[in-house]
């Protein structure tokens, strides 16, 4: 029962702090489908060549999107038409990134680091984009011409207005009701597995084992491949470790691959555009996080740079606890009512067929 009780208390802690980011990227991805066109994505980022994936990692940079929450957003832009390989480079580059991650950083960790780490995304990105474009077979996605269905109504003619009430309402509709109902069932699942990992290993775990070189650094990217961590919640943690003695190339994975997945992202992306385009986002992700882990380390030699006196241990949380946990209830509540409610349904027909 202990351990059936600290696998859910770990499940709805790890929930409580995706939720509000989770809540944006469907809100996010709302947006994208009522006032982006179809056309527009299928031309920027519908093609299965490089130039989409270039466009598809700029566009994720300056969004502060993180791992699940990017899930609805991708998911969005390849039903708006993006081809495979964008959307590959769109969920690398996203969740390492983002305006306040960015700032963040700089605050913590000084501008070389801050200006890695944008680099960085760029570059994990592009490559996961490519690998696509090489391993992934996919016809390119031809923007049309003529008038798109509406999407907020079957008969649309063009003399049809909606009002921006009808568009806020349309938003909603699609973030809290289609995209969650198509990924609720395997958000849970993939929150059960991340709370099961994140119960069953210690917290001692990283600090313990990672000291420095390529044993550091492969520890920190078994640790932080299915770990939930945001771009910005993981700054800290990065500065911490700094500060005890690991190396900055380690520190760097942990804020590559940690933001950049995590046991929910590798679920929905296997489930939604299959399980090679998950061994790609994979093996992008692994092989940029140490590779360029590798690259930081030399270039922290090189330039002799030291970690920064300034780093802190420890800072509160950005965001409130009333609000995680009013944000974890919520979307809880919604999920799973969308995953229960066809099978309490299905129960219920099945009952009055047989009386």
């Known amino acids: 029962m202990d351990f059936i009780l600290g696998i859910i208390k770990e499940s709805y802690f790890l929930l409580s702090k995706m939720a509000i980011y989770l809540i944006f990227g469907f809100l996010f991805a709302g947006i994208l489908h009522v006032f982006i066109k179809k056309n527009f994505i299928a031309k920027h980022l519908g093609k299965h060549n490089f ?33 495979k390989s964008a959307v590959l480079s769109f969920l690398i580059s996203t969740p390492t990134s983002g305006v306040d991650s960015i700032l ?68 909603f509709h699609y973030a809290f009701v289609v995209l969650l109902k198509d990924i609720g069932k395997w958000l849970l ?104 882990g590798f690259i930081l380390n030399q270039a922290w030699t090189f330039f002799e740079m030291k970690p920064l006196s300034q780093l802190i241990h420890h800072h509160a949380s950005l965001i409130p606890f009333w609000l995680e946990s009013l944000s974890a209830i919520f979307l809880l509540t919604l999920t799973c009512f969308h995953v229960f409610k066809p099978l309490l349904s299905h129960k219920k027909k099945k009952c009055c067929e047989e009386h």
């Open 51 to 83: 130039t989409s994936v270039i466009k598809a990692a700029l566009l994720g940079i300056p969004i502060p999107i993180c791992s699940c929450g990017v899930i609805p957003a991708a998911l969005s832009l390849r039903k708006e038409g993006a081809s």
């Open 104 to 171: 963040a950083t700089y605050s913590l960790l000084g501008g070389f680091f801050t200006f890695f780490r944008v680099l960085a995304s760029f570059i994990a990105g592009t490559f996961a984009g490519f690998l696509g474009t090489i391993f992934l077979n996919e016809e390119p996605i031809k923007a049309e011409n003529n008038q798109e269905d509406c999407k907020l109504c079957e008969n649309h003619t063009p003399e049809t207005n909606h009002s921006i009430l009808e568009k806020i309402q349309a938003v």
């Open 189 to 292: 699942i993939g929150t059960l597995i991340g709370g099961t990992i994140s119960f069953l290993v210690p917290a001692q775990f990283i600090n313990t084992h990672l000291s420095s070189g390529w044993q550091s650094m492969f520890l920190m990217l078994l640790v932080s491949i299915p770990m939930y961590v945001c771009a910005t919640g993981s700054i800290p943690i990065a500065a911490a470790l700094l500060l005890k003695g690991i190396s900055p190339g380690a520190a760097f994975v942990f804020l590559l691959a940690g933001p950049a997945t995590n046991s929910v992202t590798i679920t929905v992306i296997s489930k939604e555009l299959g399980k090679k385009t998950t061994a790609l986002y994979l093996i992008s992700i692994i092989i940029c996080s140490l590779g360029l």
